[in-house]
């Protein structure tokens, strides 16, 4: 713990490379094309960073961003609104291919400010160099593949279908005004999984960033402003409870795309004055458990274990928040586990080599106390050397053994570094967890043995959105889908699932006879619509 005693440091040990710019002031905000100035208050954007000074340490502050009210997101609602102009719009009725131009222009620009918005992410939320690296890299990565998946969507609507005397094309169109709203601790890759779609697709947007990593967009304003037409997208800052409160109210949004809790998702859906006609992307709350057989292979459960429920402090919807682990193994795991953990290294976020940081949300260390001192009192222990011992922002990892449903973190979210771990002698027990378990994202099952794993994945399958054996939950692969049951999801993410969420199927059809042949044959031939064409996008 002497690491951890000294793990700020002051200005002067930190690499000049890694120093932010000395008090961010942001006044600007996207609306119609335009950069507007905010003259009202503004919020203080504080890093989880806290660094040392002569009277101690001090949480560096990294600058601010507007405070909006309802009045300016309800010019961007308008700004959307006009933009979209009931589908009739440049935006809406552009064709795929200058769609995809529009994006790549914006990814190119996006490309040149990488230092930056890497930086930001280290500052603003925590995350170490590399992961923050990745996320950046990894967004690009997946701008590029929805450019690359629509274009072969549209191949595929091109043609005319002959059905019982009847010759009509399918296209995809898009549903309107878009409200996109990202997580802060995937602020820039999750945000823009739902961000990009629903533009490409034609929609028009209101984004409002992250209430963590929210500086981190400010580099990408002018890429925003100078890559798309005015009103297409439309960014602003501010509290939830002044500024999308009055969007949704407005009953002008017609797509409503959150990552966040459940209940959040639910007060804003409540809002919306006509909620069937409000098409909904959600990424909610997860308790994915690892569930740990007696024939698995420990070093590999150990390892996909530590990975799932520690990386990036174990702040990840996918995260394993619960792993349950036979009791006739569970001792040699635990002793495996405490290890791996004694060797992640603790450390601010540009340090090499650098596993655990500090935490980002206020208030995340004490909660976490909260739920170490709640699992004690009811018969679990800290079984990691300095499990548990705090630093201002910076909690390190506690294990807790022998958890059991009495405990607040066998039931609730942590969203931390708290590792509870379930001796079990019966599967059921187990298996009755996923089944009563109000969320149903993912799940992971170590096994050597395939009939286990076999009844596992049959027990479990109509249960969550993805079962992994013999790894840790997670996103990707993009092109895999990224969905869940219950209160964990609504829609399903992945490259295409995500150009399809953000879009609706439209079937011109007519009569298969000689003159209707000719009429649609003019018009593709003439190229008289937008809609009806066989242009093949390459």
Known sequence: MNTLESIFKSESEIPSEFLPEKNIVQREYLVNGKLLTWDGPLNEVKSPVFV?????????????????????????????????????????????????AHVQTFLKKMKEKRDEVVNLLMWEIGKNLKDSQKEFDRTCDYMHDTIEGLKELDRK???????????????????????????YNYPLNETFTTLIPALIMGNTVVFKPAKFGVLLIKPLLEAFKDSFPPGVINIIYGRGRDTVGALMASGKIDVLAFIGTNKGANDLKRLHPKPHRLRSVLGLDAKNPGIVLKDADIDVAVDECIAG??????????????IFVHSSIVDEFNKKFVAKVSELKAGLPWEDGVSLTP???????????????????????????????????FFFPAVLYPVNSKMKVYNEEQF????????????????????????GQQLSIFSQDSKSI??????????????????????????????????????????????RAFSIRIIVAAKYNDPNKKIINDIVSNGESAFLTRDYIF
Not at 58 to 66: A, C, D, E, F, Y
Not at 309 to 322: D, E, I, P, V, Y
Not at 382 to 387: A, H, L, S
Request: hydrophobic residues 35%; aromatic residues 6%.
């Open 416 to 439: 931390g570094p708290v590792v509870p771990i379930v001796p079990f002698d019966d599967e059921k027990e187990a298996i009755n967890y996923v089944v009563n378990s109000n969320f």
């Open 157 to 183: 609507s091109s043609s005319f279908e002959v059905e019982q005397g009847i010759i009509g094309q399918i296209r995809r169109v898009p549903l309107g005004v878009a409200l996109c709203m990202g997580p």
């Open 52 to 100: 040392k000074e002569s009277d101690g340490l001090k949480q560096r502050v990294l600058g601010s961003t507007p405070l909006l009210t309802e009045n300016e997101s309800l010019q961007a609602l308008d700004a959307a609104v006009k933009a979209y102009d009931l589908g009739h719009g440049a935006w809406p009725t552009m064709s795929v291919a200058a769609r995809i």
């Open 454 to 499: 076999g009844r596992m994945v049959d027990l479990f399958a109509n249960q969550v959105g993805r079962i992994n054996i013999n790894a840790q939950c997670q996103r990707g692969p993009d092109t895999f889908p990224f969905n869940g049951r219950k209160d964990s999801a609504e829609g399903t993410l992945s490259v295409s699932d995500a150009l």
């Open 309 to 322: 429920s520690l990386s990036f402090n174990g702040q990840r919807c996918t995260a394993l928040k619960l």
């Open 359 to 393: 935490l980002p949300e206020p208030g995340k260390v004490d909660y976490l106390k909260d739920l170490v001192e709640d699992a004690g009192n009811h018969g679990a222990s800290i079984i990691n050397e300095g499990g548990g011992e705090s630093n201002e922002t």
